[in-house]
């Protein structure tokens, strides 16, 4: 069985949120928490695949 690998994370509306190296999907959910306690990200945010990119998407109140 082969790891996914990802290289971009954008937000849902489009912005390159990180484009550095090629991460797996834990490295990637490590980036977000990371810059959800630093408060660059909203508490709730949460990683989508798409394809072969990672995107950000907020949590909707319900």
């Given amino acids: 069985m082969t790891t996914a690998t990802f290289r971009i994370i954008r937000h849902a509306d489009g912005p390159v949120f ?3 190296r090629t991460i797996t999907l834990a490295e990637a ?3 977000i ?6 408060g660059d990200l909203e508490v ?3 990683l989508r695949i798409d394809d072969e990119e990672l995107v950000i998407e907020r949590e909707i109140a319900g």
Avoid at 33 to 38: E, K
Wanted: hydrophobic share 45%; aromatic share 14%.
């Fill in 18 to 20: 990180f484009d550095d």
């Fill in 29 to 31: 959910q490590i980036i």
């Fill in 33 to 38: 928490n990371d810059a959800i306690a630093r």
């Fill in 44 to 46: 709730g945010s949460f």
